[in-house]
């Protein structure tokens, strides 16, 4: 179960560390997408910034746990909130863009160490 924890927190981290990346280059695909969806552009720092938080706190958590079950929560539910407003949107086809991260939050919740 260590090893499992470890690794699944691992890849959650790098890949919400990488989605905070792509809000954070604004790429004019990302705008665009952000803005079908009725996002304003400035929102992408703030919405960057918040992946980046709990990419870090995922890290963190390998050291004090409760700090990982916190970022592993609010990730999950974050992505939760993307795909609503993906649905909201009517944006169908852009749904396989955050269900990945949706399922490697909901992995990282599930593989969480007993407290």
């Known amino acids: 179960m260590q090893t499992t924890y470890i690794t699944v927190t691992i890849i959650a981290a790098v890949a919400a560390g990488a989605a905070a990346l792509v809000d954070f280059v604004a790429a004019d695909w990302v705008r665009g ?4 969806y009725g996002i ?3 929102a992408l720092i703030p919405l960057g910034v918040i992946k980046l938080a709990g990419a870090i706190g995922l890290l963190a958590g390998l050291v004090f746990p409760p ?6 929560i609010c990730l ?6 993307a795909v609503a407003t993906v649905l909201r949107a009517r944006c169908y086809a852009d749904l396989p863009y955050p269900m990945p991260f ?3 939050a909901l992995a990282a919740v599930c593989v969480l ?3």
């Open 33 to 36: 997408n952000m803005r079908n």
């Open 102 to 104: 949706l399922a490697l």
């Open 67 to 72: 700090i990982g079950v916190a970022a592993a």
């Open 113 to 115: 160490p007993a407290a």
């Open 40 to 42: 304003p552009d400035w």
């Open 76 to 81: 999950f539910l974050y992505f939760i909130g």
